[in-house]
T-cell receptor
Framework: EAQVTQNPRYLITVTGKKLTVTCSQN?????MSWYRQDPGLGLRQIYY???????DKGDVPEGYKVSRKEKRNFPLILESPSPNQTSLYFC?????????????FGPGTRLTVT | QQQVKQSPQSLIVQKGGISIINCAYE??????FPWYQQFPGKGPALLIA?????SEKKEGRFTISFNKSAKQFSLHIMDSQPGDSATYFC???????????FGTGTRLTVIP
């Protein structure tokens, strides 16, 4: 089954404790992206990657890091989480070729930072 | 700055009625306009999309209307059903780019 998986689905942590949210896709997609979803603000892009070893900032990159060492994986790293990073996070992937940019989203990770 | 503005924030419709969600954009370089549907506890999923070379696209009960001169597009859900209750996001992107700019979302509730 074609899918994007994220782990963990739920995470409660404390300020300053480094954490990683994993994302993996099995569709051989070149493009992967991380979003955060907050009430009234919709989905805002954090980082994206056009292919292995190619990453770039989205609209809200502060406080986050990413890496793309393998095509299927795109982990999101919070080196020193703060309460304002409490949010619902989504990973997405899509093909780069062609005119269709349908993005496939993972199930989400709900992060709470206390 | 929100690149795509979406309204209303929430919408309540009777079963069988028409649900209408509106979006507006400023960047004329946008040339792909998808709508995503999100159920509680799930990630968004592509519902329907349109390009500016057509003014309307219909898939079943879902229709996108596109007004290029006004830089607006809307989603119409005909014969709305309780199963359509979800959050809907409009989005836009530019040719050759995969990055999507999302609206703020509309929570639709269809009352039986």
């Amino acid at each position: 089954e074609a899918q994007v998986t994220q782990n963990p689905r739920y995470l409660i942590t404390v300020t300053g404790k480094k954490l990683t949210v994993t994302c993996s896709q099995n569709m051989n997609h070149e493009y992967m992206s991380w979003y955060r979803q907050d009430p009234g603000l919709g989905l805002r892009q954090i980082y994206y990657s056009m292919n292995v070893e190619v990453t770039d900032k989205g609209d809200v990159p502060e406080g986050y890091k990413v890496s793309r060492k393998e095509k299927r994986n795109f982990p999101l790293i919070l080196e020193s989480p703060s309460p304002n990073q409490t949010s619902l996070y989504f990973c997405a992937s899509s093909l780069v070729r062609g005119r269709s940019y349908e993005q496939y989203f993972g199930p989400g990770t709900r992060l709470t930072v206390t | 700055q929100q690149q795509v503005k979406q309204s209303p924030q929430s919408l309540i419709v009777q079963k069988g009625g028409i649900s209408i969600i509106n979006c507006a954009y400023e960047n004329t370089a946008f040339d792909y306009f998808p709508w995503y549907q999100q159920f509680p506890g799930k990630g968004p999923a592509l519902l329907i999309a349109i390009r500016p070379d057509v003014s309307e696209k219909k898939e079943g009960r879902f229709t996108i209307s596109f007004n290029k001169s006004a830089k607006q597009f809307s989603l119409h859900i005909m014969d709305s059903q309780p199963g359509d209750s979800a959050t809907y996001f409009c989005a836009a992107s530019m040719s050759g780019a995969n990055n999507l700019f999302f609206g703020t979302g509309t929570r639709l509730t269809v009352i039986p």
